[in-house]
Nanobody, 129 residues
Framework: QVQLVESGGGVVQPGDSLKLSCAAS??????????MGWFRQVPGKEREFVAA????????HYADAVKGRFTISRDSAKNTMTLQMNNLKPEDTAVYYC????????????????????WGQGVQVSVSS
């Protein structure tokens, strides 16, 4: 079993930066065949894919809406994943969820929440002037 704990949410102004972190505990992830990522959800809307990172052969993937502004990374030794969010916009306001799966999710399935087995509780990110 794996538990995911998110941190780093808050209220910021447009153009500001924010860093979200997700710490994994329980069973350790292998550096071979794993996936971690972030989704976000606004009330009344479907859960939206944000970013994911896969290994081995570390590969990162981003939704078009955040490409060039957000960066996903992982510290394998600490089982920690980070989402660096720059130039935040009001439309980035959402609850952000950390997610993980103990295999390398195929590329075509990364955008579907059902592809991931473990989920964090979510953290609020609010971008407003």
């Amino acid at each position: 079993q794996v538990q995911l704990v998110e941190s780093g949410g808050g209220v910021v102004q447009p153009g500001d930066s924010l860093k979200l972190s997700c710490a994994a505990s329980g069973n350790t992830f292998s550096n071979n065949g794993g996936t971690m990522g972030w989704f976000r959800q606004v009330p009344g809307k479907e859960r939206e894919f944000v970013a994911a990172i896969r290994w081995p052969g570390v590969s990162t993937h981003y939704a078009d809406a955040v490409k060039g502004r957000f960066t996903i990374s992982r510290d394998s030794a600490k089982n920690t994943m980070t989402l660096q969010m720059n130039n935040l916009k009001p439309e980035d306001t959402a609850v952000y969820y950390c997610t993980a799966h103990n295999s390398r999710v195929i590329l075509s399935a990364l955008r579907f929440g059902r592809s991931y087995h473990y989920w964090g509780q979510g953290v609020q990110v609010s971008v407003s002037s």
